[in-house]
């Protein structure tokens, strides 16, 4: 018998939240798929049902928390980026520092990019304009966060979002 989608995506939110848990204590690249499952309650098939990497549960776990954040602050539009919402992206990303510094210590924040990417993309689009502009988006926001993260989120979110401000202000002159 078929699982639903939400009983799918608690069981891949299990999985990546074992990762996560385990990732704070091992070396990643020493993390088997069997220290997941068992850390996690669920059986091996369940694994290789729905990931092929723990890049991918990574992966997974960061747009889900996208996902709840915005349906909890009511987030309209959440897959595409403008100056406007800069504040909603970098306070997400603060709420989750704690998953975002795991990440990072393990060398996995292209894990971070992939999600960010994934939400920002449009689907099935054949406009140039708009694929450059997800493009241009995805990377200088990613080297935003990145760089915050690696500072240790010494900025406050606020502050972030005045600098993405004064970036762009910079670049129009």
Same mark, same amino acid.
């Given at each position: 018998?078929?699982?639903?989608?939400?009983?799918?995506?608690?069981?891949?939110?299990?999985?990546?939240?074992?990762?996560?848990?385990?990732?704070?204590?091992?070396?990643?690249?020493?993390?088997? @798929?069997?220290?997941? /499952?068992?850390? $996690?309650?669920?059986?091996? *098939?369940?694994?290789?049902?729905? #990931?092929?990497?723990?890049?991918?549960?990574?992966?997974?776990?960061?747009?889900?928390?996208?996902?709840?954040?915005?349906?909890?602050?009511?987030?309209?539009?959440?897959?595409?980026?403008?100056?406007?919402?800069?504040?909603?992206?970098?306070?997400?990303?603060?709420?989750?520092?704690? @998953?975002?510094?795991? /990440?990072?210590? $393990?060398?996995?924040?292209? *894990?971070?990019?992939?999600?960010? #990417?994934?939400?920002?993309?449009?689907?099935?689009?054949?406009?140039?304009?708009?694929?450059?502009?997800?493009?241009?988006?995805?990377?200088?926001?990613?080297?935003?966060?990145?760089?915050?993260?690696?500072?240790?989120?010494?900025?406050?979110?606020?502050?972030?979002?005045?600098?993405?401000?004064?970036?762009?202000?910079?670049?129009?002159?």
């Amino acid at each position: 018998m078929a699982r639903g989608t939400k009983t799918t995506e608690f069981l891949k939110e299990c999985l990546s939240d074992a990762l996560i848990r385990l990732m704070r204590d091992n070396e990643f690249k020493k993390i088997s @798929i069997k220290d997941i /499952v068992n850390t $996690a309650g669920i059986g091996r *098939a369940t694994w290789f049902r729905n #990931y092929t990497s723990k890049g991918e549960a990574l992966t997974f776990k960061f747009i889900q928390a996208w996902n709840r954040w915005a349906d909890e602050h009511a987030i309209a539009i959440r897959n595409r980026f403008n100056p406007s919402n800069a504040s909603d992206f970098f306070q997400f990303n603060y709420e989750i520092k704690h @998953i975002l510094q795991v /990440v990072y210590d $393990a060398d996995m924040q292209s *894990a971070v990019y992939d999600a960010f #990417y994934q939400v920002m993309m449009p689907q099935h689009s054949t406009d140039a304009k708009e694929c450059y502009q997800v493009r241009f988006y995805s990377y200088g926001l990613f080297g935003l966060l990145d760089e915050w993260v690696r500072r240790g989120f010494k900025e406050s979110p606020d502050e972030m979002v005045r600098i993405f401000y004064q970036m762009i202000e910079d670049e129009g002159k």
